[in-house]
């Protein structure tokens, strides 16, 4: 394996442990090319299922126990707390109230912390350990803050996170304090944050935003793991959040992976929902652009995809392509209503979760998805992440009921 630049037009490669956040010759971002000689895909399907029976910590983890596909480390360098392995939640009233018959949601909410930064973050943080780092950072709307600060505890390496003042839901703040991270509030929003973060990496500092090559490995064995779950039979569609995109970039280089070594025959139409406040990649999708456009104040209730400058937009435009999905956004309105409804099926999320769910309903309504359709929906936060956001929406309800 090595690290590779994203650009095809570039093509740079370096060592796999090299430092480097980018490119040196483009600037772009990098990525690890498996770059697998000869893959017998039915013969690992197989080793991965006799893994779930196994008592070592790397098949107990739903990530490491894809390990072929991930980059090599000792054993004893592995940084897990049993990721993954998250649940496949079948929607009723959700499905009905979107307009479906085949909902499912994939509920990365489950995992460790309570989001799926943690699948990344396993990864992410062996690489650090490999590398000898001290200190590992990360910008953060609070789930990162979060996830990186339980992992770095696990490793015992410093763990410092950088926080847009005022913009973090407390349930958040509360997990990294507990896990004993160093907090830096940063005026602004999490694109300063992140700027904030990446003028100071020169300082022995190991950074851990979903630019990271490694974190982005992590995150793409979500769909190993849902394949493998599906029979590796794939959906219609894959519905996902939008923030900073890394998700969606990782998933995009799932399938390339999944469908050039045999696994999948085809992969699900990928389809990215952001908030409407919040929406650079969206409008980047409508308008037919090449080159995404910031929003400079991005805003909504949605604090976990309220990200006006996503790092990873080409990777996700890449994905969104090849898979012949589509971008879309929601009103914060529509986010909280799709968000009650997922509530009252007994699944529950927070609110940025809540933005698929929306996005489904409106993309039936506007018959780009028929009634049969076979979906997907990812989950990525649980529904303690954001009590805030909960309380105040029933305080609403309960005065215009009584108005």
Partial sequence: MQLRCFDEHCGTTLALHDPALACPACGGLLEVDVAATSVDAQALKKLWSERRSSRDPRDISGVWRYREFLPDYAASEVVTLGEGNTPLVRGHKTAAWAGV??????????????????????????????????????????????????????????????????????????????????????????????????????????????????????????????????????????????????????????????????????????????????????????????????????????????????????????????TGGQVLDVTDDEIAEAKAVIGRDGIGCEPASAATLAGLRKLRASGAVIEDASVVAILTGHVLKDTNFIIKAHQREEAHAHS
């Fill in 101 to 322: 018959r085949d909902l499912q949601f994939k509920h990365l909410g489950w995992n460790p912390t309570g989001c799926f930064k943690d699948l990344g973050m396993t990864v992410g943080m062996t690489e650090a350990v490999h590398t000898g780092a001290k200190v590992v950072a990360c910008a953060s709307t609070g789930n990162t803050a979060a996830s990186l600060a339980a992992y770095a505890a696990r490793a015992g390496v410093t763990g410092r996170v950088y926080l847009p003042a005022g913009q973090v839901s407390l349930n958040k703040l509360a997990q990294a304090l507990d896990f004993g991270a160093e907090v830096v509030e940063v005026e602004g929003s999490f694109d300063d944050a992140l700027n904030t973060l990446l003028e100071k990496t020169g300082e022995g500092i190991y950074f851990l935003n979903s630019i990271n090559p490694f974190r982005i490995e992590g995150q793409k064995t979500t769909m190993f793991e849902l394949m493998d779950q599906l029979d590796w039979k794939a959906p219609d569609y894959l519905v996902v959040p939008g923030g900073n995109l890394g998700n969606s970039a990782a998933f995009s280089k799932a399938f390339d992976e999944l469908l050039r070594y045999g696994f999948i025959d085809r992969a699900p139409r990928m389809i990215v929902v952001q908030a409407a406040g919040a929406n650079p990649f969206a409008q980047l999708w409508r308008d037919g652009a090449e080159e995404l456009t910031p929003v400079s104040e991005p805003e909504t209730v949605a604090t976990a995809i309220r990200i006006g400058n996503p790092r990873s937009w080409k990777k996700s435009l890449r994905g969104v392509r090849a």
